[in-house]
């Protein structure tokens, strides 16, 4: 099974103080992790506007490059359209959400998020 990461999955993985990097990290250990334009934009653009992380889109950049390699994460194309998004979507808040399940399904993946408010995807679990 592949698993699509979202964007708080991804930044978990790569920075260390985020809350649940050792959670996603030690439950990621093994699988077939996948990426997509949406988490990795994502990634730079949340990592490198955390205060706290001091860090520029440069560097955001080269870290992803790094974890990429690292964890043998594979880019997913992305060429699915708004029209697919599934009918829960209701909200704002719910588009990326929909779109990288979406993405996940027509890939035959699984949505891989840290949160449970995403209707199908897989939840990361918690580390026992």
């Known amino acids: 099974m ?10 978990a993985i ?3 103080k985020h809350e649940f990097h050792q959670r996603v990290a030690l439950w990621a250990k093994g ?13 730079v653009r949340v990592l490198s506007g955390l205060r706290e992380a ?4 440069t560097l955001c ?3 992803l490059s790094q974890m990429k390699a690292d964890w043998k994460m594979q880019l997913l194309p992305d060429h699915r359209a708004a029209e697919t998004l599934p009918d ?4 704002p808040r719910q588009v990326t959400d929909g779109h990288l399940l979406d993405l996940a399904q027509a890939n035959k993946a699984q949505l891989a998020p840290t949160d449970a408010g ?8 918690q580390i026992l």
């Open 88 to 91: 829960w979507v209701r909200s």
């Open 2 to 11: 592949s698993f699509l990461l979202d964007v708080n999955a991804l930044i």
């Open 14 to 16: 790569g920075y260390k």
């Open 118 to 125: 995403i209707p199908g995807a897989f939840l990361i679990p």
């Open 54 to 57: 001091d860090v520029t889109t």
């Open 31 to 43: 699988k077939n992790l996948l990426t997509c334009s949406i988490s990795e934009i994502g990634f």
């Open 61 to 63: 950049l080269q870290l």
